[in-house]
């Protein structure tokens, strides 16, 4: 990839991190205005759960921007890991959001529940579900074009927002229409606030699980691998076989090594041609990879060798 393109992709990283901060602020402060005036526990416990997303923004935001700077004197792969470390972040921040939300629902049950102007709880529940859908949409779609474990975390985050939110909103109408008919209906209140808190210690696991992987350097999925393999195998009739493949992410990265087995009497030229070409092949199908040879002479006597070359 050219620096051109990596350059272009680190602003469209930056600039979904950026988007990410300001919208989540302005949610905030909606819901705790809302929340705090209305007295609903599950309004105060949606505002709870976009603070910890606003952080979680900010930290995805610092992240975009050290992961795209290069490798240096101590950092020799780069920086990519600080995406993971924000995803790790992150995840352990919801799991901590989930707690307070279930805390302050405890409290509403214990102390019992009053309930005021709905109509507002409704409305911001409203533009909370819509905001949410369309900005967690154009983060995953960014996240998969960078390869952003943050930007991906940050997502996740908001894509719970929705569930949770549109949980709200439906309890919140459900109270209007229903209180005074049904005894205790104001229960669903804190009864929401509950399960939007079981709701996203779910994403904060995935996130969490998915951050620890990449930072203990899991290898490449199944498809990836595949694809490399593939494009080794293409060029079959110019080695004789392959081995010990490895693989691992490094934020924007994917590092692959591997022990290629070549006629004894190829010359060092000619090997450096030939995994030069392996290389660029398997380049087309995955960006952004750093593909590191190690090449073995045959032992003569392989009967599936396809290669000519001077037995010693």
Not at 73 to 99: N, P, R, T
Not at 293 to 300: A, D, G, I, K, Q
Request: glycine share 4%; net charge positive.
């Amino acid at each position: 990839m050219s620096t051109k393109q990596m350059s272009e992709l680190n602003r469209k990283k930056k600039f979904a991190a950026n988007f990410s901060v300001i919208s989540n602020s302005g949610l905030v402060v909606l819901k705790l205005l809302v929340g705090v005036m209305s007295g609903a526990v599950s309004i105060i416990a949606e505002a709870i759960h976009s603070g910890i997303d606003l952080l979680a923004a900010i930290i995805a935001r610092y992240s975009v921007v050290k992961s795209a700077e290069p490798a240096d004197e101590k950092h020799h792969f780069g920086h990519g890991k600080v995406e993971s470390v924000s995803a790790l972040i992150e995840g352990l921040l919801i799991f901590f959001a989930a707690y307070l939300i279930i805390h302050e629902a405890y409290s509403k049950i214990v102390h019992g529940i009053k309930i005021d102007i709905i109509g507002a709880g409704i409305g911001v529940m409203f533009i909370s579900t819509v905001a949410n859908i369309l900005i967690s949409r154009y983060l995953f779609r960014i996240a998969k074009e960078t390869k952003s474990d943050a930007l991906d975390a940050d997502a996740w985050h908001l894509k719970t927002d929705v569930y949770t939110s549109l949980g709200v909103f439906v309890a919140l109408i459900l109270i209007h229409f229903l209180k005074g008919v049904i005894p205790h209906v104001e229960y669903l209140d804190p009864t929401i606030a509950i399960a939007t808190a079981i709701w996203i210690s779910f994403a904060a696991f995935q996130i969490t699980k998915d951050a620890i992987l990449n930072l203990v350097d899991t290898k490449i999925s199944e498809e990836e691998e595949a694809i490399v393999k593939k494009a080794i195998l293409e060029n079959s009739d110019t080695f004789i076989d392959f081995h010990k493949l490895r693989s691992r992410r490094s934020g924007f990265y994917t590092y692959i090594d591997l022990h290629l087995v070549v006629s004894r009497g190829l010359s060092v030229d000619k090997a450096h041609k030939l995994t030069h070409h392996i290389e660029k092949d398997i380049k087309k199908l995955l960006r952004n990879t750093d593909i590191m040879f190690h090449l073995e002479p045959c032992n003569s006597k392989c009967k599936r060798c396809k290669i000519r070359c001077t037995k010693s």
